[in-house]
Nanobody, 121 residues
Framework: VQLQASGGGLVQAGGSLRLSCATS????????MGWFRQAPGKEREFVAG????????YRADSVKGRFTISRDNAKNMVYLQMNSLKPEDTAVYFC???????????????WGQGTLVTVST
């Protein structure tokens, strides 16, 4: 497994979770990293992304002001801090990697297994 997401769980609305994505050094150093999510019956959608340098970050409008993406280059880790969670954030969350930024999940070469986030009312 080249990418591995973790940190999901059950949380009440308004709560917080931090997702982590561990990846191999070869993937991490050359790639833009993204987080996606897929709710039951829905298509996979872009959540957030971060450039190799960590300077450029991107977020979907639905999570702006609530979610923050970051990366630790020394540990080959990417994080998604999720605050003020809403029931509509319930989904399986995936981390992914590709050479340059994109919001299209079909453009990504590397995927981790998902981690389930469930937000209760």
């Amino acid at each position: 497994v080249q990418l591995q997401a973790s940190g999901g769980g059950l949380v009440q609305a308004g709560g917080s979770l931090r997702l982590s994505c561990a990846t191999s050094p070869s993937i991490f150093k050359i790639n833009y990293m993204g987080w996606f999510r897929q709710a039951p019956g829905k298509e996979r959608e872009f959540v957030a992304g971060i450039t190799r340098s960590g300077i450029g970050t991107y977020r979907a409008d639905s999570v702006k002001g609530r979610f923050t993406i970051s990366r630790d280059n020394a540990k080959n880790m990417v994080y998604l801090q999720m605050n003020s969670l809403k029931p509509e954030d319930t989904a399986v969350y995936f981390c992914a990697a590709r050479p340059v930024p994109s919001r299209d999940p079909g453009a990504y070469e590397y995927w981790g297994q998902g981690t389930l986030v469930t937000v209760s009312t």
